[in-house]
């Protein structure tokens, strides 16, 4: 019985997916929404600093990548890239845990062991960012259908640096910026410089995200009102939604990883799109 009902699950969901690729062969591609904003893709996806594995992998290690502490163990194999003990892994979880994920970190070839202890097999790598850009652009693809890119640079924009993730979504233009470091190491000019790419793509909905379970209203809250005064005589409010997750205006989110990274995304899209379908004025309310 059980496997009658996977068998059913997996069916449901390659129709999904059916219906959602062909509602996407109605609607401008990403690249065209892009062009339409005035916007030409010159680079995408670098795969420099990358920490993926191979794609017999990639199931898998997607599947891995929605544990905090799994991406918390990423980013210090990356920082003790040349050589690491389990003992230097085991700050946000226990030993046990720590000794599962590097047998499966070397069972997909990113991670050997040696005399000395462990050494990433592909280095160096500057930091876990790409990584987290990567797994943003394949949870929007898997679990919304959306057609994705990930660090994103134009041609001849006068506001420089990434646009992290890129999302269409049934016509509608998400952007995300993604941070995997602490909040105590976000900047103001961090936060002025995606309100600028913000201004500047127009995009339906915009997402900061923060990978971390650390609280929001401390220290990035503050630094987005100050930014926000900054811009606007009457700026808009930075409301608390639930927990960590704030909503700026209409089309705005702060979102961090406390619970579920994908679940918060999720509550963002979601509330895009109710608020969409009530408004008159339709997807770009």
């Not at 969901?13 to 690249?31: A, H, M």
């Not at 961090?256 to 509550?267: D, V």
């Amino acid at each position: 019985m059980a496997d009658d009902h996977e068998e059913e699950l997996k069916l449901l969901r390659s129709e999904v997916q059916r219906l959602r690729e062909r509602i996407g062969r109605f609607t401008p591609s990403l690249p065209l929404l892009l062009r339409r904003r005035g916007f030409t893709v010159h680079k995408s996806g670098p795969a420099k600093d990358l920490l993926v594995p191979a794609a017999q992998f990639l199931d898998s290690y997607y599947a891995h990548l929605h544990r905090y502490s799994f991406r918390l163990l990423l980013r210090d194999i990356i920082k003790y890239q040349d050589r690491f003990s389990l003992e230097q892994l085991t700050r946000y979880s226990s030993s046990r845990v720590v000794r599962s994920y590097l047998g499966y970190l070397q069972e997909v070839r990113l991670v050997r062991e040696g005399a000395a202890g462990y050494v990433l097999a592909k280095r160096p790598l500057m930091s876990f960012g790409p990584t987290l850009e990567w797994y943003v652009a394949e949870l929007l693809s898997r679990e919304y259908g959306a057609e994705t890119m990930w660090g994103v640079r134009f041609r001849k924009r006068s506001v420089g640096g990434d646009y992290d993730v890129l999302a269409k979504l049934e016509g509608a233009l998400l952007y995300v910026e993604t941070k995997s470091s602490p909040p105590k190491q976000v900047t103001d000019g961090e936060i002025s410089a995606f309100l600028t790419r913000v201004e500047d793509l127009g995009p339906d909905l915009a997402v900061f995200l923060m990978d971390t379970e650390l609280r929001m209203k401390d220290k990035v809250v503050p630094l987005f009102e100050r930014a926000l005064a900054a811009r606007h005589v009457a700026p808009p409010v930075v409301a608390r939604l639930e927990r960590e997750l704030f909503q700026i205006g209409e089309r705005m989110y702060i979102v961090n990883a406390k619970e579920s990274l994908g679940r918060n995304i999720g509550t963002a899209v979601g509330r895009y799109f109710r608020s969409a379908v009530s408004s008159p004025s339709g997807a770009r309310a």
